[in-house]
Each structure stands twice: as structure tokens, then as C-alpha cells.
């Protein structure tokens, strides 16, 4: 898990934050720079294909190392030849082909996301869940580390330095991955049964009464095919479920997963430009942005979780979506400064611990969402509105910058989190409702 957690969180920033920075680099315009940036919404996505990864087998692969290993291979050696490709790109002569390249490398990326998530499920027993996710966690902190700080360092080398020379070392770096495919064994797999549960029943009876009478065809295929009950189970279930246990709040709920991180997610497209552009080096911000803030992201999500278990959790993303409106107007006092490595420093510490906590306690809220029945399908889909809204922004952030500047940017950004702000006190007076009335 350590090194499957690797070869997971390796890619990621490769095609997203450290992607900006070579495409500025070739010269590139900051509005195309914001639109290459929709690279990212194949992540919010992947819920579309998961079904098919779940139970489609590749044809050979399948004999020879089963259907989890030779789904994770197909995607790691896909990734390895993307990131090579990448790095023998001119970004400035072929940038629609190396933005193909990026975009191949995030489907196969969020892909071996989906293997690996099941991978893990599949290959311990329930004991051993926890320290099997700790070990995943460390080792994908461990790459955002890598194709973070890594990247820039290795970009930036006074000897040898540049862009090509960084991603071929980053597509060497997935022989980690590969290591961990060749020593893990095939986990076992549990046949689930479609079609048999209650709920299954009374969607497809509902689906069933809603097709003319004259539609026999329709009706067969709907009450027999194979196909259309595992639609129902993987897809239409999980989401009816949803609806039935929360009703009209759903619809809440919903758009507040939605808001939650949009400030953050449309900001973070630029960052590393904007640290550019204020003079920083690459090597300066891969030590206090990448490496620093991941740190200061990680004591943020830890003390999250100590506030979760003494405090209510929706008293905690309040918390955290105020938190996360505030720290982005320091962007924009910091846009009106000179370049000082202080400022960085103090700046990211009080974004990312914020940032941390928020990401921390929304982690914890998804899972007070699902129900065990749907876990998989149902804690995709809330990932998945968690980042669409805000990477979809993200795309036209570039314009943005070029339209107003990166202190209105900032500002901007920052308003973008009042919605989540309201959403959470119309969930926080649900929650009093309940505990006064017990409805």
C-alpha cells in the first residue's frame, strides 16, 4: 500500500499545479494556462467509469495477473509512457499535443485511483483497513512531495536543470508503482449478486411501471438483462438511497459538498504562477510551498480530526469554510506586497493549516453520508461533486488574473466561499430541528 500509494499520488500534480508552471515557462498565456487546468475534472469524473473498471476484465491481462493487477498494470506503464512523453514535448511548438499527453496521463491517473481504492478494500481483512489507508496516505503524501518539490528542484538545477530532465526522472518514479504491483497478489474477489436487494426491487418496479405496456422489449431488458441491473445496482441505486434517507435536504447537502472547496480549488490553479510572478524561484517554492505546506497541510487535516471527535462535525466545516474564505484574502494582501520569503511562509502556514483542517473534517462528513451498502459508488460520487464545481471555474481563473489582477483574483476567490459558509448554518439548523423535535 505504501508504494501503490506512491504510484497514485505521483501523477496528480503533474498534470495539475507543476503542469502550470512548465506551460508558463514555455510561454504560454495565463487564461490558457486556467483552461489547460480542466485537465483535472477527469478526477471528478472517474465515477462515470468506475462501474466499467469494476467489472470489465482485459482480455489476456486478465489470465495472467487477474483482473486488479492487470488493470493497475495497463495504467501504470500507460502513465510511465505519458510523463516520457510529456517530457520530450516542446510545450511552446506541439502545446496541443503535450495538453493531450496531460490530459491521457489524468484519465489513466484517476483510473489506477479506482484499481487501487478497490485493490485495498479487496486485499485485507477489516482489522487491517486502518493501517492499510495509513500506509496509502504516507506513501501519496510522500509523491505530492516528489512531483512537487521534486519537480521544481529538479527544474531548477544549475547543472542539467529543465523541464525534460525533471518528468523523465517523475516517469522513472513510477517503477515504485510497479514494484508494488509486481510484489502484491491478486486479492480475492466476492461475486456480488445484482438485482436481489430491496431496494433494487422497487427501482427497477419503478422503472418497470413507467414503460409503456406496449414496450415489451424494454420491459425484458430492464427486468432480465444483466446489463441493466447492474446500471440499477452500481448507479441508480446508490443515488435513489440517497434521496430516500435525506429527502428534500439532499438537495442541501448536495450543493454545500459542492461549494465547500470551490475557493480553494479555483485559486490553486494559479498559485505557482503567481508565485512566479512575484519573483520566487523554483526552488524556494518547492521548499516552503511543497514541502513546508504539505506539512502544515497535514498538522491541519490532524487537527481536524481531534476536533471532529470533541466538537459537532458540522460546527467544524463551519469552521473550516470560514477559515478558508478568510486565509484567501492573505493572497491578496500579499499581491499588493514586495516579494519577502517571511510573507510566503506565514501565508501558507495560516492557508494550508486552514485548508488541512477543512479537507480533514469534510473527509470525516462524507462518511456519516454513506451508507455501508453503497460505500464505494456513493463516496465517489461525493469526491466527485466535492472538486467539479471548482476545477470547472479554475479553468477560466488565468482570464480572471489577466482581467482584473491577482489582488481583485484573491478577493474574488474568497467570495466564491461565502455560499459554503450559508449552506453549512442551513444544515447546522436541520441538525438542531432533529435533535429538538427528532425528525
Not at 504510484?7 to 506551460?23: D, E, H, I, Q, Y
Not at 485485507?124 to 528542484?153: C, E, H, N, T, W
Not at 508565485?275 to 523554483?282: C, E, L, R
Request: include cysteine; hydrophobic fraction near 55%.
Amino acid at each position: 500500500m505504501l508504494l501503490l500509494g506512491f504510484s497514485a499520488g505521483l501523477p496528480f500534480l503533474l498534470v495539475m499545479g507543476t503542469f502550470s508552471l512548465l506551460l508558463k515557462d514555455a510561454g504560454i498565456t495565463r487564461s490558457d494556462i486556467g483552461y489547460a487546468s480542466w485537465i483535472g475534472l477527469t478526477y471528478s469524473i472517474k465515477v462515470l467509469w468506475a462501474p466499467l473498471v469494476d467489472n470489465l476484465k482485459i482480455p489476456f491481462l486478465d489470465k495472467w495477473f487477474g483482473k486488479r493487477r492487470s488493470w493497475l498494470f495497463v495504467a501504470q506503464v500507460g502513465i510511465t509512457v505519458c510523463l516520457s512523453a510529456i517530457a520530450v514535448t516542446d510545450a511552446a511548438v506541439n502545446t496541443f499535443m503535450i495538453i493531450t499527453f496531460a490530459l491521457v496521463t489524468a484519465f489513466l491517473s484517476a483510473t489506477q485511483d479506482i484499481v487501487i481504492d478497490a485493490f485495498r478494500v479487496e486485499s485485507v481483512d477489516d482489522k487491517k483497513q486502518g493501517a492499510a489507508s495509513a500506509m496509502y496516505i504516507m506513501g501519496y503524501r510522500l509523491a505530492m512531495i516528489a512531483a512537487g518539490a521534486g519537480a521544481l528542484i529538479l527544474a531548477d538545477a544549475e547543472i542539467g536543470g529543465n523541464w525534460e530532465v525533471s518528468y523523465k526522472i517523475m516517469a522513472l518514479c513510477m517503477s515504485v508503482g510497479l514494484i508494488g504491483w509486481l510484489l502484491s497478489p491478486e486479492p480475492p474477489h466476492v461475486e456480488k449478486a445484482v438485482g436481489h436487494s430491496e431496494l433494487d426491487h422497487r427501482v427497477t418496479n419503478r422503472l418497470l411501471n413507467a414503460v409503456p405496456a406496449t414496450s415489451t422489449r424494454l420491459k425484458d431488458f430492464i427486468q432480465n438483462s444483466s446489463v441493466s441491473q447492474h446500471i440499477i445496482r452500481a448507479i441508480i441505486s446508490p443515488f435513489v438511497d440517497f434521496i430516500i434517507r435525506f429527502r428534500w435536504w439532499g438537495l442541501v447537502i448536495i450543493a454545500f459538498i459542492m461549494a465547500f472547496r470551490v475557493s480553494d480549488l479555483v485559486m490553486g490553479v494559479m498559485t505557482n504562477v503567481f508565485y512566479d510572478d512575484m519573483g520566487f524561484s523554483k526552488t524556494e517554492i518547492a521548499e516552503i510551498s511543497k514541502v513546508y505546506g504539505l506539512i502544515m497541510t497535514i498538522t491541519g487535516a490532524f487537527i481536524g480530526g481531534i476536533a471532529v471527535n470533541r466538537v459537532s462535525i458540522l460546527k467544524c466545516l463551519f469552521t473550516g469554510s470560514l477559515l478558508v474564505l478568510l486565509t484567501n484574502l492573505l493572497f491578496a494582501y500579499m499581491a499588493t506586497q514586495p516579494k519577502s520569503n517571511e510573507l510566503l511562509i506565514g501565508v501558507i502556514s495560516i492557508d494550508n493549516l486552514a485548508g488541512g483542517f477543512a479537507q480533514g473534517v469534510l473527509m470525516a462528513y462524507f462518511a456519516t453520508l454513506v451508507n455501508k451498502e453503497f460505500t464505494a459508488t456513493q463516496y465517489a460520487l461525493y469526491t466527485s461533486l466535492m472538486t467539479l464545481v471548482g476545477k470547472i471555474l479554475g479553468g477560466f481563473s488565468g482570464a480572471d488574473i489577466d482581467r482584473w489582477g491577482y489582488e481583485f483574483f484573491f478577493i474574488y476567490t474568497a467570495f466564491l466561499g461565502i455560499p459554503a459558509v450559508i449552506l453549512v448554518m442551513a444544515l447546522m439548523y436541520r441538525e438542531k430541528k432533529i435533535l429538538e423535535k427528532g425528525y
